[in-house]
T-cell receptor, first 117, second 111 residues
Framework: EAGVTQFPSHSVIEKGQTVTLRCDPISGHDNLYWYRRVMGKEIKFLLHFVKESKQDESGMPNNRFLAERTGGTYSTLKVQPAELEDSGVYFC???????????????FGPGTRLTVL | GQQLNQSPQSMFIQEGEDVSMNCTSS?????WLWYKQDPGEGPVLLIA?????ELTSNGRLTAQFGITRKDSFLNISASIPSDVGIYFCAGQTSGTYKYIFGTGTRLKVLA
């Protein structure tokens, strides 16, 4: 079974440009998450989809970030316009809840390393 | 907001040595997890802890969930070169799906 995949693996853009990251979750996983790790810091939660609905977007930094999951399959995260502080590794994860509650395992993709110059 | 303080930040050890790292928080978590990230890969779950005081092993790895639900440690025994990577603790509170991660412990094993 294929794991979580992310594209691209690396992206280098200039400040003010737009970048779109893509995540394909494990087939059948309704829950999809975006996280970000800025160098040397913790992995920070950005948002959580259940199918195509945003369940929790409390971690989104500001309105320059837009996440979508049309059709409840793959998801995109667009940054427009990008700023220097947006640099970091963006991870996507997916999970299928166990019966009875949110005690689930989140499976992570390899991440997209974004560098904003 | 909720934070996890993870220590040490990095470790250099000799192959065969035992390793210990820990996480503390001012918040209570219902689930505690330990993940490992290999270079160029995403984090992979090592151990999940669900009950206060729980001690769980996975091969050479042992982790315990603190009795107060505010801390956890991870031990690796007889380290080998493939143990190299970044180890993250993460907590999850009841009723939420998001993980709160620590800053990571970078482990290097010298042969």
């Amino acid at each position: 079974e294929a794991g979580v995949t992310q594209f691209p693996s690396h992206s280098v853009i200039e400040k003010g440009q737009t970048v779109t990251l893509r995540c394909d979750p494990i087939s059948g996983h309704d829950n999809l998450y975006w996280y970000r790790r800025v160098m040397g810091k913790e992995i920070k939660f950005l948002l959580h989809f259940v199918k195509e609905s945003k369940q929790d977007e409390s971690g989104m930094p500001n309105n320059r970030f837009l996440a979508e999951r049309t059709g409840g399959t793959y998801s995109t995260l667009k940054v427009q316009p990008a700023e220097l502080e947006d640099s970091g590794v963006y991870f996507c994860a997916s999970s299928q809840p166990l019966a009875g509650g949110p005690l689930n395992e989140q499976f992570f993709g390899p991440g997209t390393r974004l560098t904003v110059l | 907001g909720q934070q996890l303080n993870q220590s040490p930040q990095s470790m250099f050890i000799q192959e065969g040595e035992d390793v210990s790292m820990n996480c503390t928080s001012s918040s209570i978590f219902n689930t505690w997890l330990w993940y490992k990230q290999d270079p160029g890969e995403g984090p992979v779950l090592l151990i999940a802890l669900y009950k206060a005081g729980e001690l769980t092993s996975n091969g050479r790895l042992t982790a315990q969930f603190g009795i107060t639900r505010k801390d956890s440690f991870l031990n690796i025994s007889a380290s080998i070169p493939s143990d190299v990577g970044i180890y993250f603790c993460a907590g999850q509170t009841s009723g939420t799906y998001k993980y709160i991660f620590g800053t990571g412990t970078r482990l290097k094993v010298l042969a």
